[in-house]
């Protein structure tokens, strides 16, 4: 018999420097978690996504938990949180080890069934007395029934192993929604061709009716550095040299800058190349692969 492959949302929740981020970057890899943070899909916005042989984990962002406004605007937001985590197939819920505090309470009422929710320790390594673990589990427990609790150190790697093992029962069985390999690469391009685009906003943004595209046509890297190629496409064949600029100035410094800004992404050196296309049409098409979360 075959295992069946799983695959669903993930929210990571806690109260503000629990180190929710700093485990998600452990769980998934840091660079994909801040590169993937601006790919959106219709849903939900993806943090990062973690492919193992049986398993994909999609880990989302859940809005911010708002403990600051009082009244109707807190009653909004844990409207809004609520329903975000009811969407999602796994909570885990990030308690510092031994800090229970009235941030966390608050975030009680808004979990959804114990059944999908994990309780995670973290910080288990700044814990001086490590007896102070079990009847500070007791203590949560009694609180809410989550149906799984694992005590983690997200900075010296202990037990992530063991969360994901937990968070992957929970997973319903579906096909992967992301390509394994590819993402961090998918990603990675779109975040290229939004910086590009952002530089010619800012240096004719005003200028361009059309506003423009940035398609990435090659992207070749390895240890060593990056051959990128950008194609911007307008609508008009007018627009190209209000692009160019007097002697192609304009273009040399939209290419320029987005390069330093790849550079620091990448960090390797990057050899990047970007002309122009003129193609009529292209903008709604491409608006539309922008809403579904392509580049
Ligand atoms: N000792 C130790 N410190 C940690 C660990 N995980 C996170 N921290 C530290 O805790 C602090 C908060 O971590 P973050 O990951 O930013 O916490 P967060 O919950 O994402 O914070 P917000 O973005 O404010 O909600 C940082 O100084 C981290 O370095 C851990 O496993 N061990």
């Not at 806690?14 to 452990?26: F, I, Y």
């Not at 390594?125 to 500070?136: A, T």
């Not at 330093?260 to 002309?275: A, G, H, R, T, W």
């Amino acid at each position: 018999m075959t295992t069946p492959f799983r695959c669903g949302y993930v929210a990571i929740v806690g109260r503000p420097n629990v180190g929710k981020s700093t485990l998600a970057n452990a769980l998934i890899g840091a660079k994909i978690s801040i590169v993937s943070r601006k790919a959106q899909t219709t849903r939900h916005r993806i943090n990062g996504v973690l492919t193992r042989e049986h398993e994909q984990f999609v880990f989302v962002d859940t809005p911010g938990f708002q403990t600051r406004h009082g009244g109707a605007m807190n009653r909004m937001m844990n409207r809004v949180v609520t329903q975000a985590l009811s969407e999602v197939d796994v909570v885990v819920h990030v308690v510092e080890a031994g800090k229970w505090s009235p941030g966390d309470e608050k975030l009680l009422p808004l979990l959804p069934a114990p059944e999908k929710t994990i309780l995670v320790l973290s910080k288990v390594d700044s814990l001086k007395n490590k007896n102070e673990l079990f009847p500070f589990t007791q203590k949560l427990l009694q609180q809410y029934p989550y149906s799984a609790v694992v005590p983690v150190s997200a900075v010296k790697n202990v037990q992530l192993e063991q969360l994901l093992d937990e968070i992957a029962q929970r997973l319903p069985e579906g096909e992967p929604m992301f390509e394994a390999d590819t993402l961090t690469d998918r990603s990675m391009r779109f975040i290229v061709a939004e910086l590009i685009r952002e530089k010619i906003f800012r240096l004719v943004g005003d200028e361009l009716p059309y506003g423009c595209t940035v398609v990435i046509e090659q992207w070749e890297e390895n240890e060593t550095g990056a051959r990128i190629a950008a194609c911007v496409v307008v609508e008009r064949e007018s627009h190209r040299p209000i692009l160019l600029g007097a002697g192609g100035n304009h273009m040399k410094r939209i290419a320029t800058e987005a390069r330093q800004d790849i550079v620091k992404l990448l960090e390797k050196p990057v050899f990047l190349d970007v002309y122009i296309k003129v193609r009529k049409g292209w903008s709604e098409r491409e608006s539309t692969l922008r809403d579904l979360g392509y580049e």
